[in-house]
């Protein structure tokens, strides 16, 4: 829920058309949910003067149980930023800037939102529900990739 305050507090502001973000990212967030699958997963990084903010909180339905994780507390985690700037460059996320995908039609789907916000400036946005960006399915992958060591790491700390 969290990420989703987060990503839907600029979206709908004009945005500068696909421009790189220069700089380092100082946050990320990204927020993805889905009737098909029954699951939600936010993942939230700020960047701090002693580490990272990291909040995730998810559950996902697996059956004959609710897989549930919270997470919120400052890390030393120095490639978690880094690898973020990098899986964005890799998929060309910054393309997504601006998207807002809608399909009134559909009466449950997935949805996601993502923003991404740098030291110089730059942010992106993007958010859709039921109608994705172009590569949409690889990123999502990409990011939950990304983050599973993070949750395996502090789930029960």
């Excluded at 990212?25 to 002693?50: C, I, K, P, W």
């Excluded at 697996?62 to 973020?84: A, C, F, H, W």
């Amino acid at each position: 829920l969290l990420a989703f305050v987060l990503l839907l507090s600029g979206i709908g502001c004009a945005h500068e058309a696909k421009q790189v973000p220069q700089g380092h990212l100082q946050s990320f967030a990204y927020g993805t949910s889905g009737m098909s699958n029954y699951e939600h997963r936010d993942f939230v990084v700020v960047r701090e003067t002693s580490g990272v903010r990291l909040q995730i909180n998810t559950w996902v339905d697996q059956g004959d149980e609710t897989m549930k994780v919270e997470i919120n507390r400052t890390v030393t985690e120095p490639y978690l930023l880094p690898s973020l700037e990098q899986l964005i460059r890799e998929h060309n996320i910054a393309q997504w800037n601006g998207f807002v995908g809608h399909n009134s039609s559909a009466l449950d789907g997935n949805s996601f939102g993502l923003r991404a916000v740098y030291d110089q400036g730059g942010t992106i946005q993007a958010r859709g529900n039921v109608k994705m960006p172009t590569n949409y399915q690889k990123v999502r992958n990409a990011i939950l990739a990304l983050f599973q060591p993070y949750v395996e790491k502090y789930k029960d700390k």
